[in-house]
């Protein structure tokens, strides 16, 4: 059935970058809404960025010029492109299919 794995999360510098990649199974990408979302220790889960099925998309007020959610519909994988990272950046990222679907999350630790 539907299933979403996350994975390029990892260890980085402040200022660095990282891509995260949502690979999904089941539902056709270039027809739905898909989304990254993150959560923080102790804090509540938080959008990050949307891209809606015509291809609109949105970022939170935080990360917005510093991230870049695309998907590539041939490989059916979203992807979140992350740059200038803060630590303030530090959650476990999850990718988001229909508004339903989620992914176990994948973790992006920035840290000096």
């Known amino acids: 059935q539907v299933q979403l794995v996350e994975s390029g999360g990892g260890l980085v510098q402040p200022g660095g970058s990282l891509r995260l990649s949502c690979a999904v199974s089941g539902i056709i990408l270039g027809v739905v809404p898909v989304g990254w979302y993150r959560q923080a220790p102790g804090k509540e889960r938080e959008l990050v960025a949307t891209?809606?099925?015509?291809?609109?998309?949105s970022y939170a007020d935080s990360v917005n010029g510093r991230f870049t959610i695309s998907r590539d519909n041939a490989k059916n994988t979203v992807y979140l492109q992350l740059n200038s990272l803060k630590a303030e950046d530090t959650a476990i990222y999850y990718c988001?299919?229909?508004?339903?679907?989620w992914g176990q999350g994948t973790h992006v630790t920035v840290s000096s």
């Open positions: 988001n299919v229909r508004q339903r679907y």
């Open positions: 891209m809606s099925s015509s291809s609109r998309t």
